[in-house]
């Protein structure tokens, strides 16, 4: 389906019937992402929307990129779709928009699970830093400017999430773990869950770990 929000038009892909659960997939990446995840939450008994973030997939290019911009669209989409207090799942860019939405619109969110997010750029680790500066440097990647710049988070913002929230990442994620904790603690209702042996992505796309650790903590939540 496509749904106009804030002036572009979002492709978003829904499968299944029963609660909602909204997904957001990270920094230049689709609704694929979570082709494995869509189908083991439809299977399990919820109704899964997966929305293309503004400038991805199939919804509308834009020529620069916000965190606040795609949150404040992921607002709009669940208000056009009737479903607050929806459960959320955000990998990596899509953890920090997940994050963001909350903590502006908290009514919008029930049981969260966010992974790979950081609060702000020096968030990630050195490698990943050094390698963002470099794409900066070269010019014409908004993307990369995006990660480069954004986002500032305080800390303090995410007290207005009463919502229970699990924060994942894996063994050898992109982002720091001490980064992780502080997103958890952060939390009045966060935990935090490592996932041993696996990186930033492994047991997200195409893998049923991830889909496994949300449906796990659904069902923890009663939801």
């Known amino acids: 389906m496509e749904i106009q929000v804030n002036g572009v038009t979002l492709h978003c892909v829904c ?9 957001i997939h990270g920094n230049g990446g689709s609704h694929a992402s979570f082709r494995v995840m869509i189908e083991q939450l439809a299977a399990a008994g919820y109704c899964v929307y997966a929305p293309d973030s503004r400038g991805h997939g199939q919804s509308s290019p834009v020529t620069e990129y ?11 989409l669940i208000a056009a779709l ?15 928009i997940a994050l963001m939405l909350g903590s502006a619109h ?8 966010v992974s790979g997010a950081n609060l702000r750029p020096d968030g990630v680790t050195q490698e990943l830093y050094d390698e963002l500066r470099l794409r900066v440097q070269a010019g014409n990647d908004p993307l990369a400017e995006l990660m480069w710049r954004e986002p500032d988070i305080a800390p303090e913002s995410l007290r207005r999430i009463d919502s229970p929230v699990l924060v994942t990442a894996g063994e050898y994620d992109l982002i720091r773990s001490e980064h992780t ?21 492994s047991y997200i796309e195409d893998s049923a770990v991830a889909g496994k650790i949300v449906l796990d903590y659904l069902k923890k939540c009663g939801y």
């Open 15 to 23: 499968r299944g019937q029963g609660k909602p659960v909204l997904l």
């Open 66 to 76: 916000h965190y606040m911009d795609m949150a404040e669209d992921m607002h709009a």
């Open 181 to 201: 904790r502080l997103i958890a603690d952060s939390l009045p209702r966060g935990e935090m869950l490592i996932v041993r042996g696996e990186d930033h992505g």
């Open 82 to 96: 009737g479903i607050a207090g929806t459960a959320v799942y955000g990998w990596s860019d899509g953890g920090i």
């Open 106 to 113: 908290p009514q919008d969110v029930g049981p969260m699970i």
